[in-house]
């Protein structure tokens, strides 16, 4: 029997690091070849937000260039990990066991919060993907319930990956590559001492409890993965950051592992 897998919280960045995946790809790439091999992932994406929670179930991933304005060669790039839709329905009976509203996308492929890391990850696109989606109208602990209704996973060698940003405010990113402002690098503080620490409560109250929560995270959906993830891993999960860094500025790379 396979051992129990972490769950794991990447910052996706810029689509732009599909073409130069610098320091956090070469991350992902180490992380990828660490992780033991799991036999399907389910990718829980920034991008993909519907008002219920609804899974993948396509054969084959289509590569979803869900963005504009980016150089040509970008969205040249293919992805196609096969689907999982033994997962799907896997994913669908844990979510109904636990009263959570679930739907079936049949059609979905993988948009770039999943497929820009797992391109790194899983470069031979040989790995079976389902992806799952975030709901920005609930609040964190909806999606730490989530998360725990999907526990079961872990044991069953399937990898929740969950993608979004530590920090994560276009507004004020700095396409030049500036410095780090305070604020980002305070919240991105806060959350990894927070989730060190174990502080659960702080944790999911952090429209309260982090500095300046509405700068850091102007709309909830690149912070929503995390809890997911969180919540995969069981009850009060031992958290441990992977990465730490910053690009165009303000926008945070960190990730994270969580286990029980």
Known sequence: ????????????????LALDSGAPGKFWQQLGRELPLPDA??????HWTTETPTVSSTVTNATIHDFHG???????ISYPAPGAPDLAQRVTGLLKAAKIPVGIDPARGLDHGAWVPLRNMYPLANMKVAQLSVQPHQDAAWHVA????????????????????AVHNLREMDREGGPTPAWAAN??????KTLTAGNEADFIDWTR?????FRAQPTPEHFL???????????KPKSQQL?????????SMAAYRFAA
């Open 146 to 165: 989530l998360g725990r209704a999907l526990a079961p996973l872990a044991a069953e060698n399937v990898l929740v990956l969950a993608s979004g940003g």
């Open 225 to 235: 993965p995390i809890y997911v993830a969180y919540g995969a891993a069981g009850e």
């Open 70 to 76: 980016f150089p040509a060669p970008l969205y040249q």
């Open 1 to 16: 029997m396979a051992a129990t897998l972490p769950t794991i919280f990447l910052s996706h960045g810029s689509p732009m």
């Open 41 to 46: 992932v389910l990718a829980v994406s920034a």
């Open 243 to 251: 990465f730490k860094g910053f690009t165009l500025g303000s926008m």
């Open 187 to 192: 919240f991105d503080d806060w959350l990894a």
């Open 209 to 213: 409890k982090a500095p300046e929560p």
